[in-house]
């Protein structure tokens, strides 16, 4: 009997004024690198925005995922 998996990275971006999140590759290129690897492996990567009150945090939109 074989199983099959999806596997996914949900990216939660704690502010609401991005079009899309990217890695930080200049800050940590060994991340960048092992996210584009994953993304080839058939990784989905999600991100969604937040909408932060003083009251709580909500999720906002989903924002497209940017790899170099």
């Not at 502010?15 to 991340?31: E, G, Q, V, W």
């Not at 058939?42 to 939109?61: F, P, Q």
């Amino acid at each position: 009997l074989s199983k099959h998996y999806e596997t996914a990275i949900l990216f939660i971006v704690q502010r609401n004024d991005l079009s899309y999140m990217t890695a930080a590759k200049h800050i940590d290129p060994k991340f960048a690198e092992a996210l584009n690897e994953a993304k080839s492996a058939g990784v989905k990567l999600y991100a969604r925005c937040c909408h932060i009150t003083v009251n709580g945090i909500e999720l906002g939109n989903a924002i497209p995922v940017v790899l170099e």
